[in-house]
């Protein structure tokens, strides 16, 4: 699998405040970093530079060797799955946004993706906002519903990198439970980057890195980190 590697970078939205003040660190392929720290730390914006939303200011990102800049927005959107914070869904069916990604995905793989993210209740229906015509099918869907498509979406790509930003803050203790244990099945040897507030959620990563103020204050395991709070 893929390698993704963070070198010595640097970025600032405004040039007056420095956000990342030279971040390295490596996911070595098939396994789980989990990034963790306190809101406005800066964790979102690194899971932002993998995907080219920014580009580095100073530094580096790379996958598999190679400079993010150097992929076509095609390959680097074929090599890693995104569940974001905030999704936003396409105006159409919630089937049709699960399916986005992988379009030749079969009836039973989109249906196994719902089941998983629970949200086989709704997958007929529209999100909010869609023409009006749609009657009954228009959905008022949550935030954590939301959440839900994105993370089926995701489960059905099942890209070799993959990236969880805060995948199930959005949801209820109980659903995120479930939830979690379906991304864990998608995150399983896979090389993934697990952005979390809370150190309890990444207890399974094989290494935690701590964001504070834009640096890297601490890294270890869980326990070991645990010792140390
Ligand atoms: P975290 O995910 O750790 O909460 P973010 O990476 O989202 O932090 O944000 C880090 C800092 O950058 C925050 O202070 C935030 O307000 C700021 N920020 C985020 N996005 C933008 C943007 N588009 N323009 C300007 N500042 C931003
Ligand atoms: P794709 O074409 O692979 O769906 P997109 O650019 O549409 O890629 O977005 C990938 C994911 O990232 C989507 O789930 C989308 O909601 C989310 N996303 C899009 N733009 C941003 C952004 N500026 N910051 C954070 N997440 C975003």
């Known amino acids: 699998g893929p390698v993704l590697k963070f070198n010595d970078v640097k970025f600032h939205y405004d040039p007056d405040r420095e956000i990342l003040k030279g971040i390295s660190f490596e996911v070595p392929a098939g396994k789980t970093i989990a990034v963790v720290g306190p809101s406005g730390a800066g964790k979102s914006t690194i899971s932002r530079l993998i995907y080219r939303f920014y580009d580095v200011i100073e530094g580096s990102v790379e996958i598999d060797g190679q400079d993010v800049r150097d992929v076509t927005q095609k390959s680097l959107r074929a090599a890693v799955g995104m569940v974001p914070q905030d999704t936003v869904l396409f105006n159409d069916t919630i089937e049709y946004n699960i399916r986005y990604g992988r379009p030749d995905a079969t009836d039973a793989e989109v249906r196994e993706a719902a089941r998983l993210a629970q949200i086989s209740d709704f997958i ?28 089926a979406r995701t489960i059905l790509k099942s890209p070799p990198i993959l990236i969880l930003d805060e995948a199930t803050s959005a949801l209820d203790t109980q659903t995120e439970r479930e939830i979690q244990t379906a991304l864990d099945a998608v995150a399983q040897d896979r090389t993934t980057l697990v952005i979390a507030h809370r150190l309890s959620t990444v207890i399974n990563a094989d290494e935690i890195i701590v964001l504070r103020d834009g640096r890297i204050a601490e890294r270890g395991d869980h326990e070991g980190l645990l010792a140390q709070e």
């Open 124 to 151: 007929d229906g529209l999100p909010d906002g869609f023409n009006t015509q749609v009657g009954e099918r228009g959905l008022k869907l949550s935030g954590g519903e939301k959440q839900r498509v994105a993370i």
